[in-house]
């Protein structure tokens, strides 16, 4: 069976600081991979999408980065932290061709300070 | 551009039903997507439609109108466990993406 990790669970980090998130999949070849963030109350917004390794698509603006240096990891990094990046950010699979069924990891709880 | 739009909050006894609905407006769209998130967790995938009608899958149970842009999540004989925030979601032709609503959250009473 495929499984989803993320690490860390939480994380309190000054602003400016750098960051790094990592998710990897188990159990599941060339799958679609995704990091989104959501905001206390919110839904989810998509931040990147990888349907292959080195393969990126960015969907917002921001002080924030996404790699695929491996087919089952997915990096979400920043180099300075702002107070706006603190929220709930949760990577997630698919596979095939289609996005529309999607597995989540358990998820980072950022609190920038 | 997307936009999908759903109610903020429902409360409802155990036992009841609930219907959450979810209009969209989505240049090439494919299907609408339900997902469940509890409080503190992960989404958890609940169903999929892609073409009109109604698709049960035990207590749950999602309907779409293509015609109308329009579905719903219905939840049947509610128990105090479906307490969590509902998510409809689109995707698009060729797309590998979701885009979600705010999402609903439900609140079972006893």
């Known amino acids: 069976s495929q499984t989803i990790h993320q690490w860390p669970a939480t994380l309190v980090q000054p602003v400016g600081s750098p960051l790094s998130l990592e998710c990897t999949v188990e159990g599941t070849s060339n799958p679609n991979l995704y990091w989104y963030r959501q905001a206390a109350g919110r839904g989810l917004q998509l931040l990147f999408y990888?349907?292959?390794?080195?393969?990126i698509s960015s969907e917002v603006p921001q002080n924030l980065s996404a790699s695929r240096p491996q087919d089952r990891q997915f990096i979400l990094s920043s180099k300075k932290l702002l107070l706006s990046d603190s929220g709930f950010y949760l990577c997630a699979w698919s596979g095939g061709t289609s996005g529309y069924e999607q597995y989540f990891g358990p998820g980072t709880r950022l609190t920038v300070t | 551009g997307q936009s999908l739009e759903q109610p903020s909050e429902v409360t409802a006894v155990e036992g009841a039903i609930v219907q959450i609905n979810c209009t969209y407006q989505?240049?090439?769209?494919?299907?609408l997507s339900w997902y469940q998130q509890h409080d503190g967790g992960a989404p958890t995938f609940l169903s999929y439609?892609?073409?009109?009608g109604l698709e049960e899958t035990g207590r749950f149970s999602s309907f779409l109108s293509r015609s109308d842009s329009y579905g719903y999540l219905l939840l049947q004989e509610l128990q105090m466990k479906d307490s969590a925030s509902y998510f409809c979601a689109v995707t698009r032709s060729n797309d590998y993406k979701l885009s979600f609503g705010a999402g609903t959250t439900v609140t079972v009473r006893a």
């Open positions: 989505t240049s090439g769209f494919y299907g």
């Open positions: 990888s349907v292959g390794i080195g393969q």
């Open positions: 439609n892609a073409l009109d």
